[in-house]
């Protein structure tokens, strides 16, 4: 079974909420994957760099090191920035109508970084998420 073990993909669950996090652990680890965590920006950072996620979920609002500083480092850094990044987030735009399509641009608009790989509103639809999950980790 070690060849099963090595072909699981792991994620990075980026978020300050306690209640979050054990939420995206808990529905990541029940759909196979192997799951780390981290509270702020700059724990993130560290666990990215020495972990090597295949994919980061990333809480927007954070203490420490923000969620948009956190993406635009992995997104300029040449050995992180083929991770993909799904945001989970609660931050909305009511001009979008609150689907956080202005902020999904905005990131993308930044220091010449692409736009997020994936975007979920909180509360988080479980299917929405672990669908977005799959298809990324299948590229």
């Given at each position: 079974?070690?060849?099963?073990?090595?072909?699981?993909?792991?994620i990075l669950v980026l978020d300050d909420e306690p209640d979050v996090v054990t939420y995206l652990v808990s529905l990541?680890?029940?759909?196979?994957?192997i799951v780390v965590s981290a509270m702020d920006g700059k724990e993130g950072m560290a666990k990215a760099k020495s972990e090597k996620p295949d994919l980061i979920t990333l809480d927007i609002s954070?203490?420490?090191?923000?969620?948009?500083?956190?993406?635009?480092?992995?997104?300029?850094d040449p050995e992180m920035k083929r991770i993909p990044i799904v945001i989970v987030?609660?931050?909305?735009?009511?001009?979008?109508?609150?689907?956080?399509?202005?902020f999904e641009r905005f990131l993308g608009?930044?220091?010449?970084?692409?736009p997020p790989d994936g975007f979920i509103m909180k509360?988080?639809?479980e299917s929405e998420l672990l669908g977005t999950v799959k298809k990324l980790l299948a590229i």
């Open positions: 079974m070690a060849n099963a073990q090595a072909k699981k993909k792991k990541l680890e029940d759909n196979d994957y954070m203490p420490e090191k923000s969620g948009v500083r956190f993406y635009r480092e992995v997104k300029s987030t609660g931050v909305s735009s009511t001009q979008d109508g609150g689907t956080g399509k202005d608009t930044r220091k010449q970084v692409p509360p988080i639809d």
